[in-house]
């Protein structure tokens, strides 16, 4: 069974990445397995400061899932290039995903430029997407002007493959993913977290002190998916699928809507053992299914 | 003392409701972890754990005593013996044990239960221990073996106030100081005592493990997860009034 996949010039052992904001800087893994199984990993969102981040509580459980609204806490990029990636790559040998934020433009290109010198990070992931923060973020992957402007100005600052990561909080994720490749972005992750909120029945209020914040796990996976599988049909870009994927068959499920890769999120935090466990998996349902090399289902579900 | 955190599947020995809507669990597995420390149980159709302190350890079996506040403990009171539970532990930092002093052990509420396994160890080293426990309910006084002082607001024949108001009208002989309970008790105690100690936080968590920053909070020492860098902290550590 070869797991082994592509994304434009790099090659993963497996398509099995944890994905930003659920893996912190991937060391603390090692406590648990051999991170070094990963395919790759996405790095916890960066910015140029520090950030404390949102006050507490920032978690919130749903059916199925759960609400965050951590706000980008991060010691700020050079602590992450001079501590977090170097004490990293004692114990990862692979390439990494930097995950890029900021509240402007300039700190994008700030951040994108930094990052670009560190040969440890094979993508920069663009998290146009993160519902937590006041500015920035998730503006930006709302308004294609803004977006278009953003991804022209950063590949002109780095050379650094560029996966932009979408909301799925818009109207049209089809228009948005093409504005991306119009722009010159070199692939996309589907899908950032959904805007959700809980509200706590004995205080009468919402649960998170942010009130709102974004939903992710099992209970998304069909949004992500119908994302992927519609993004996949209308642009050329790889796509990195995202969104409740907790188990073998769903990497198969999101590879089937279009996904080059995937990544998966919440489920570390329920089962920190969740991506090894895929990773164990995936060779015997690919077995099952008759599957001899997983790039070649990619998209499979799409007409054609 | 850091002991290397798993998921286990763990036998179900009891579960007993203890006093109205408290329960304690008793737990089938020889586990090495220092009091103060916590466990996170799945439970059956929740999509997180539940972080539950440890309450007391013994060579073969652990014990937690927890209070049916939501959704999740209410399922979590319904399971048996011999049933079979998914847990990863044991998790946070856990209490500091000190030796050879006049230790004041304070608890609050179902903030009590991690205290019971402190108290055991810190008579093992030498310390004199007074424990002083507040209680909305004395209905929920389960703890007379360990012979606690207490406070209750509903008039019985016990101590009429809260700990602190009790311990404005009483001097206690302490040098040391540790506590559990809810935000208002460990603030009023922040300002009141003036020895050093220890207090164990409560947060709404994702992991329990430090890897989604869910649970930071500010301390004199820079951000910490209270999953992983506590629950346990320095009595001056935190700034409580942001809480």
């Known amino acids: ?304 | 003392m850091l002991i290397q955190s798993k998921v286990e599947k763990i036998k179900v020995i009891s579960n007993k409701e203890v006093a109205k809507d408290i329960y304690q669990m008793s737990f089938a597995a020889s586990l090495h972890a220092v009091p103060g420390q916590f466990i996170n149980i799945k439970v059956k159709d929740c999509y997180l754990r539940r972080p539950i302190s440890i309450a007391n350890i013994e060579e073969d079996h652990f014990e937690i005593i927890y209070k049916v506040v939501g959704e999740g403990t209410k399922i979590l009171s319904n399971y048996q013996s011999n049933d079979i539970l998914d847990i990863l532990l044991p998790l946070g930092n856990g209490y500091t044990l000190v030796e050879n002093k006049k230790v004041l052990v304070c608890g609050g509420g179902i903030g009590i239960p991690p205290l019971l396994e402190l108290i055991k160890q810190l008579k093992k080293y030498n310390n004199e221990v007074i424990f002083l426990i507040g209680l909305n309910d004395i209905n929920e006084n389960i703890y007379q073996d360990y012979h606690p002082i207490i406070c209750t607001m509903n008039k019985s024949e016990y101590f009429n106030g809260n700990v602190i108001d009790y311990l404005k009208a009483n001097h206690l002989d302490y040098n040391y100081v540790y506590a559990c309970g809810p935000m208002p008790m460990l603030n009023a105690l922040q300002k009141y005592v003036t020895c050093e100690g220890q207090i164990s936080i409560e947060e709404r968590m994702g992991c329990g493990f430090g890897a989604c920053v869910g649970c930071t909070c500010k301390t004199k020492h820079g951000y910490k997860r209270i999953c992983l860098d506590g629950p346990v902290f320095e009595i001056k550590e935190l700034d409580l009034d942001e809480y």
């Open chain 1, 1 to 304: 069974m070869n797991t082994k996949i592509k994304l434009l010039n790099l090659e993963l052992d497996n398509p099995i990445i944890p994905a930003s904001g659920t893996y912190g800087f991937g060391y603390e893994f090692v406590k648990f397995y051999d991170i070094n199984i990963l395919g790759s990993i996405s790095l916890k969102g960066t910015t140029i400061e520090s950030r404390y981040g949102n006050p507490l509580p920032r978690i919130a459980e749903c059916k199925a899932g759960m609400i965050n609204a951590v706000g980008l806490q991060n010691p700020g990029i050079d602590a992450v290039l001079n501590e977090e990636i170097p004490k990293l790559s004692e114990v990862y040998h692979k390439w990494v995903i930097a995950n890029v934020a900021g509240s402007t433009i300039e700190d994008y290109l700030e951040c994108a430029k930094k990052f670009d010198a560190c040969d440890k990070i094979g993508i920069l992931e663009i998290n146009v997407s993160c519902p937590n923060v006041k500015h920035g973020g998730l503006a930006f992957g709302q308004d294609e002007t803004m977006l278009y402007e953003l991804i022209t100005k950063l590949k002109a600052v780095t050379t650094k493959s560029l996966f932009i990561k979408l909301s799925p909080n818009v109207s049209d994720i089809v228009s948005i993913a093409k504005t991306c490749e119009k722009a010159g972005a070199d692939g996309l992750v589907l899908i950032n977290t959904l805007l959700g909120m809980r509200i706590d029945l004995k205080t009468r209020k919402p649960i998170i002190h942010n009130k709102m914040g974004g939903f992710s796990g099992p209970a998304i996976k069909p949004v992500a998916l119908r994302m992927v599988f519609q993004v996949y049909q209308a642009t050329n870009l790889p796509i990195i699928g995202c969104g409740g994927i907790e188990n073998a068959s769903d990497v198969i499920e999101m590879m089937l809507a279009g996904a080059s890769a995937v990544q998966v999120g919440s489920a570390n935090l329920v089962d920190p053992y969740a991506c090894q466990k895929i990773i164990n998996d995936l060779p015997i349902l690919m077995q099952e299914l008759g599957i001899n090399n997983l790039s070649d289902i990619i998209g499979g579900a799409c007409d054609e």
